[in-house]
Nanobody
Framework: VQLVESGGGLVQAGGSLRISCEAS????????IGWFRQAPGKEREGVSY????????DYADSVKGRFTISVDNAKNTVDLQMTSLTPDDTAVYYC????????????????WGQGTQVTVSS
C-alpha cells in the first residue's frame, strides 16, 4: 500500500489550495480514504473522509462548507479542495486508507502517506 500526497504549499488567508492523494497497491474501491492534519504541538485530527464504493463523505465541523473531498476512480486519487483558508488551517496534511475507515478518527486508519505541508499566512 502506498499513499503519496502532493499539492501543499504557502497560501494567503482567504485563498484556496488543492491537495491530492495518489493511492496504489490495494483495491481502491474497497477502501475509505481520509484526510487528516496535524499542526505543531497539536494532536492529529480528522478533516474529511470518503468511502470509495458509496461516495459517502463526511467532514469535520471546522471545515464544513470550505473543504470538498473528491475522488477520481480512473487515477486512484482523492483530492481535497480547500477554500477560505485561515491561519488555523496551517498543518501537515496526511491522507490515510483503511478498508473499514468509516470515521474521522485517525486511529481507525491503517495506512498513511508521508504528508504535505499547508501553510496559510495572515
Amino acid at each position: 500500500v502506498q499513499l503519496v500526497e502532493s499539492g501543499g504549499g504557502l497560501v494567503q488567508a482567504g485563498g484556496s489550495l488543492r491537495i491530492s492523494c495518489e493511492a496504489s497497491g490495494f483495491t481502491f474501491d474497497d477502501y475509505a480514504i481520509g484526510w487528516f492534519r496535524q499542526a505543531p504541538g497539536k494532536e492529529r485530527e480528522g478533516v474529511s473522509y470518503v468511502i470509495i464504493s458509496t461516495s459517502y463523505t463526511d467532514y469535520a465541523d471546522s471545515v464544513k462548507g470550505r473543504f470538498t473531498i473528491s475522488v477520481d476512480n480512473a487515477k486512484n486519487t482523492v483530492d481535497l479542495q480547500m477554500t477560505s483558508l485561515t491561519p488555523d488551517d496551517t498543518a501537515v496534511y496526511y491522507c490515510a486508507a483503511d478498508p473499514a475507515g468509516w470515521t474521522l478518527h485517525p486511529g481507525s486508519y491503517r495506512y498513511w502517506g508521508q504528508g504535505t505541508q499547508v501553510t496559510v499566512s495572515s
